[in-house]
C-alpha cells in the first residue's frame, strides 16, 4: 500500500540508489522516456480534436499504413533519447534501418514502437509506446554496432510500455521487480501506483485473435479447443478478451492474469510480434512479475535475434496458464 504520493522521478533516483556504482545514466534515460510519454499522452488524448487522426499516408517497414500520431509519436521519442546523449543507436519500429547517434558514446542502445496498436486509434481504443534498453557491448569510443543491438531478451538493461487508456500508464522493469505509474494530467506527474506487481499464478481467461485458427500449430488448436470444453473444477470454458492492441491485452493479463498468445499463422508463419521490440520488453516484464514468456520452444528472452525487425511467435502470462499449454505444445507440436 502506498501510503503517500511518489513520482517517477523520485522513485527512479530511489531505485538507482539501491545499485551499487549506479551513474545515474539509466535513471536519466528513464525519466527522458517518462517527458516523451507525456508528450504523446496529450496528444494522444486530444486526437480526436486535432488534424492528427487519420493515416499519414506512408507505410512502416511492415507495409502497415502509418498514422499521423505514429509519426507524432515517433518522433517525440527519439528527439528524447538523441537529447539525453546516453543513447548511442535508437531502432523504432517506424524505420527501417537502425540510427545512430552523434553522441556514439552513449552507453545504451534502445529499441521502441512509437504508439504499437495504432491501428486502434480512429475507434478510440487504447494503445501503447512498448520500449527495450541495453547496454552496449563494443567500445564506446567507437560507433555502435549492429551486434550491439542483436541482443538476447534476457540481457536487457530496462523494459516498459505506456499505456494511452482510461488512463496513461507507465509500467517498467530494470531487472528488480515491474512498478506502474498514473498520469496525474493536472500536475504532469507519473504518480507511482504499485511497487511490485505480481501477475496472479492462473486466470480462466485466454486472449487470442481467433480468426487465424486455421493457421495455428496443432498443438495450440488442441489447447484452445481444451480451454472451450465445459468443465467447473478446472474453470473451463475460459473467457476470451482480445483488444488487438499488444500493450492493452497484456497490461490487463499482468493485472488480472490469463494467456495471451500471438502464435504462427498462415499469413505470418514467423509470427506477427515483433521480437526486439515488443515480445522482448513485454516478455521481460511478465516473467519480472513472475510469470512466463515462451515461443513454443522456451523463453522467448533466449531468442538469438538475426535481425532488428523479425517477428517471434509468443505465449505470456501466468505461470500455470503457460505451463497447460506447453504440456499441448509438447505432445502435438
Ligand atoms: P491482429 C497491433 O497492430 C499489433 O502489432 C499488436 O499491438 C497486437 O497485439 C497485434 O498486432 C494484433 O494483431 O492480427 O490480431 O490484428
Not at 11 to 39: P, V
Not at 127 to 147: C, H, L, N, Q
Not at 247 to 257: A, F, I, K, P, Y
Not at 262 to 286: A, F
Amino acid at each position: 500500500m502506498i501510503n503517500h504520493l511518489i513520482t517517477l522521478e523520485e522513485f527512479i533516483i530511489r531505485s538507482q540508489n539501491r545499485f551499487d556504482g549506479a551513474t545515474g545514466e539509466l535513471s536519466q534515460l528513464l525519466r527522458d522516456i517518462g517527458l516523451a510519454a507525456k508528450i504523446v499522452s496529450r496528444e494522444v488524448n486530444k486526437a480526436g480534436i486535432t488534424n492528427l487522426l487519420g493515416r499519414h499516408g506512408s507505410e512502416n517497414v511492415h507495409g502497415e499504413s502509418v498514422k499521423e500520431l505514429d509519426v507524432f509519436a515517433d518522433e517525440q521519442i527519439k528527439s528524447a533519447l538523441a537529447r539525453s546523449g546516453i543513447v548511442s543507436m535508437m531502432i523504432s519500429e517506424e524505420s527501417n534501418e537502425l540510427i545512430r547517434l552523434e553522441s556514439s558514446s552513449g552507453k545504451y542502445i534502445v529499441f521502441f514502437d512509437p504508439l504499437d496498436g495504432s491501428s486502434n486509434i480512429d475507434v478510440n481504443v487504447s494503445v501503447g509506446t512498448i520500449f527495450s534498453i541495453y547496454s552496449r557491448k563494443s567500445p564506446r569510443e567507437e560507433p555502435a554496432r549492429e551486434s550491439d543491438a542483436l541482443q538476447r531478451g534476457d540481457s536487457q538493461s530496462a523494459a516498459g510500455y505506456v499505456l494511452y487508456g482510461s488512463s496513461t500508464m507507465l509500467v517498467y522493469t530494470t531487472g528488480m521487480g515491474v512498478s506502474s505509474f498514473t498520469l496525474d494530467p493536472s500536475i504532469g506527474e507519473f504518480m507511482l501506483s504499485d511497487d511490485d506487481i505480481r501477475i496472479p499464478d492462473f486466470n480462466p481467461l485466454y486472449s487470442i485473435n481467433e480468426g487465424n485458427a486455421s493457421g495455428w500449430p496443432v498443438g495450440v488448436k488442441e489447447y484452445i479447443s481444451y480451454i472451450k470444453q465445459v468443465d467447473p473444477e478446472t474453470m473451463r470454458p475460459y473467457s476470451l478478451r482480445y483488444i488487438g492492441s499488444m500493450v492493452s491485452d497484456l497490461h490487463r493479463t499482468l493485472l488480472l492474469g490469463g494467456i495471451f498468445l500471438y502464435p504462427p499463422n498462415v499469413s505470418n508463419p514467423q509470427g506477427k510480434l515483433r521480437l526486439m521490440y515488443e515480445c522482448n520488453p513485454m516478455g521481460y516484464i511478465i516473467e519480472q512479475a513472475g510469470g512466463l514468456a515462451i515461443d513454443g520452444k522456451g523463453s522467448v528472452l533466449e531468442t538469438v535475434p538475426q535481425s532488428i525487425h523479425q517477428t517471434a511467435p509468443v505465449y505470456m502470462g501466468s505461470r500455470k496458464n503457460v505451463e497447460k499449454l506447453q504440456e499441448f505444445l509438447r505432445r502435438y507440436g
